[in-house]
């Protein structure tokens, strides 16, 4: 499996896993409301001891970020949601899956959360505001 292939194995589970519209970037799509993106920040292959032998090993590492406008406390509620929804399922630290919902076995996924991310008001309008909320996520699966 390529690592273009697993990252698009990841963005169909995402999205199948919380209901929310999941791109890659780049990506034209433009929405104001809450969107979850995926970014591809490194590919690495690299040696993985197991006991006694050395076993090769590809690591993929993303940025998935939910970001959006929004412009009513209905759609801060739905950005809140969704929220939600991306944290439940990284929180959880799952395998990654095949396009049909099967574990890939040995293929993990693991994620922290960037604190540097939020809401953030738009200075020139008080009724719009800005939404990030930011994972760091490592797909580990054998060559």
């Known amino acids: 499996m390529t690592a273009y292939e697993c990252v698009e194995l990841f963005r169909r589970q995402l999205e199948r896993r919380t ?10 799509v ?13 590919v690495l292959v690299a040696n993985d001891t197991v006991g006694n032998r050395r076993a090769a090993k590809r690591e993929v590492k993303l940025t998935v970020a939910l970001d959006g406008r929004v412009e009513s406390a209905t759609g801060l509620r739905l950005a809140c949601d969704a929220i939600e929804s991306v944290a439940a ?3 959880i630290g799952t395998r ?6 099967d574990p890939i076995p040995e293929a993990s996924i693991t994620s922290t959360i960037n604190p540097d991310d939020g ?25």
């Not at 433009?30 to 490194?42: E, F, T, Y």
């Not at 990654?96 to 919902?101: F, I, K, Q, S, V």
């Not at 505001?129 to 996520?137: G, K, L, P, Q, S």
């Open 89 to 91: 399922f990284l929180r």
């Open 30 to 42: 433009k929405d104001s409301g809450p969107v979850v993106r995926i970014a591809l920040r490194k």
């Open 96 to 101: 990654l899956e095949t396009a049909e919902g």
């Open 19 to 28: 209901g929310l519209k999941v791109v890659l970037v780049p990506s034209p």
């Open 119 to 143: 809401v953030l008001e738009d200075p020139d309008s008080g009724a719009v505001a800005w939404i990030r909320d930011e994972h760091f996520v490592v797909i580990s699966m054998p060559l």
